[in-house]
């Protein structure tokens, strides 16, 4: 076993178990960190693969900007972690079990699409760069894959704002259209009015001052 072999199971190990403490672990903010430590695994692989631009992007995207707003969102929100874990361990064994079906299920399709035992890293000719290599893979040999991925990408997006913007009697909405019609004169109204200054009263304060001596005598 070369060097290359062994990490490459390390770092398996440690995608495996940090992916297992994500959907275990009982406070949200350790998940996330868990998928961090996740991400951070699976850049490791990728460059054993020497695939640098993938590598590189797993970390710059998914850690520093998407993991970032997930901490942001999970701190901000009080979510009752003991509500959303009743059941977890009754459940487990059923869920393991579909989890393992689903894994042997991929690995056999894989094994029979790539028809490999060795994994070849993704190398080109000398001095071309790993980002211009995996372009001319993505748009030669996956061409219709990539646009069929960003047809059903778009669908989803749509579905997000239809979804969003449907009118609901419990939630109150803005209509942008009466926004824009709005004017000054409709919204604001300026009346003049002259400047009145109040006098202190000086005849209240007299009775005052000369009840005190009448009170010591």
């Known amino acids: 076993m070369d060097t290359t072999t062994a990490l490459f199971y390390v770092f398996s190990a440690v995608l ?8 275990t672990a009982n406070s949200p903010v350790h998940s996330a960190l ?3 430590l ?20 797993l970390v710059l995207v998914y850690v520093g900007a998407v993991m970032v707003l997930f901490l942001f969102v999970v701190m901000m929100l009080d979510i009752n972690i003991e509500v959303l874990k009743q059941g977890f361990w009754k459940h487990f064994p059923v869920a393991a079990l579909v989890g393992v079906v689903i894994a042997l299920e ?3 399709v894989l094994q029979r699409g790539f028809n490999t035992s060795v994994v070849k890293p993704m190398e080109g000719p000398v001095g071309m760069p790993n980002t211009k290599l995996l372009g001319i ?16 990408l778009l669908v989803a997006i749509i ?4 979804l969003t913007l ?4 419990d939630v109150r909405g803005q209509n942008p259209s009466e926004q824009v019609k709005a004017k000054k004169a409709d919204r604001l109204r300026i009346v003049k009015m ?5 006098v202190a009263s000086v005849s209240a304060a007299a009775p005052a001052a000369d009840a005190a001596p009448k009170g010591k005598a």
């Open 137 to 152: 893979e993505l748009y030669t040999d996956y061409l219709y894959p990539l646009e069929i991925a960003a047809v059903l």
């Open 38 to 57: 996740s991400f951070f695994s699976a850049s490791c692989i990728w460059m054993l693969l020497h695939a640098e631009f993938l590598a590189i992007s």
């Open 166 to 169: 449907r009118r609901r009697k």
């Open 106 to 108: 991929m690995a056999w």
């Open 34 to 36: 868990f998928l961090v």
């Open 16 to 23: 495996l178990l940090s992916a297992f403490r994500v959907i």
């Open 194 to 198: 002259d400047a009145v200054r109040e």
């Open 159 to 162: 579905s997000a704002i239809a």
